[in-house]
């Protein structure tokens, strides 16, 4: 079980808008520390999609957004395309447990 | 560019040990540390540790301790991950990945707090510990 929990699947059509969240509670997102995002496409390595909260990587799309607020997060992917068919991590930071957490991931299906 | 590259894929034995490497190129490698992540079959992503490239100082998951252990070289910018007493559990693909953090603990400073990134990852390595 994921310290930060995410909806296991979420599915939307071409062109549409999709939100994945990410809850966590007072001793990660909650605490304050910001989040961040990966997008694993099929069969490759996650590729980091936004840091910080709110900053995307040079080379990702304007598509992709994210935000936070008291102890969750959501990444909001704007005129979905076939392409965006991945799955998508949140990762953040427990300062009770002293690690690195992710969520368990979401996968986006593209209809 | 930036980029980590691993060894290729194993196959090993239950009990056995497994090193695998992630060479690391387009950056000064003693100014990031890197991080292990591994990925079961069909399953999320799963911090393992963190290893300092400047001072070898490391950090484990309470799952893996005594199991793991993080190495760099500096001298060919090569960091190495080391699982011992393999099982048919530890079977996934394993991911080197640079942390944007100089060490392997987030921070709060001035009303905000800090978690760290990855970026890039290796391409992975598949490990398949069957008998």
């Known amino acids: 079980q994921s310290v930060l929990t995410q909806a296991p699947s979420v599915s939307g059509a071409p062109g549409q808008r999709v939100t994945i969240s990410c809850t966590g509670s007072?001793?990660?997102?909650?605490?304050?520390?910001?989040v961040h995002w990966y997008q694993q496409l099929p069969g490759t390595a996650p590729k980091l999609l936004i840091y910080?909260?709110?900053n995307r990587p040079s080379g990702v799309p304007d598509r992709f957004s994210g935000s936070k607020s008291a102890t969750s997060a959501s990444l909001a992917i704007t005129g979905l395309q076939a392409e965006d068919e991945a799955d998508y991590y949140c990762q953040s930071y427990d300062s009770s447990l002293s690690v690195v957490v992710f969520g368990g991931g979401t996968k986006l299906t593209v209809l | 560019q930036v980029q980590l590259v691993q060894s290729g894929a194993e196959v090993k034995k239950p009990g056995a040990s497994v090193k695998v490497s992630c060479k690391a190129s387009g950056y000064t490698f003693t100014n990031y540390g890197i991080s292990w992540v591994r990925q079961a079959p069909g399953q999320g992503l799963e911090w393992m540790g963190w290893v300092s490239t400047y001072n070898g100082n490391t950090i484990y998951a309470q799952k893996l301790q005594g199991r793991v252990t993080m190495t760099t070289d500096t001298s060919t910018s090569t960091a190495y991950m080391e699982l011992r007493s393999l099982r048919s559990d530890d079977t996934a693909v394993y991911y080197c990945?640079?942390?944007?953090?100089?060490?392997?603990?987030?921070?709060?400073?001035?009303?905000?707090?800090?978690?760290?990134?990855?970026?890039?990852w290796g391409q992975g390595i598949l490990v398949t510990v069957s008998s």
């Open positions: 910080g909260n709110t």
């Open positions: 990945a640079r942390y944007s953090l100089w060490g392997p603990r987030g921070y709060c400073s001035g009303g905000n707090c800090y978690s760290g990134w990855f970026d890039p």
């Open positions: 007072s001793s990660n997102i909650g605490a304050g520390y910001d």
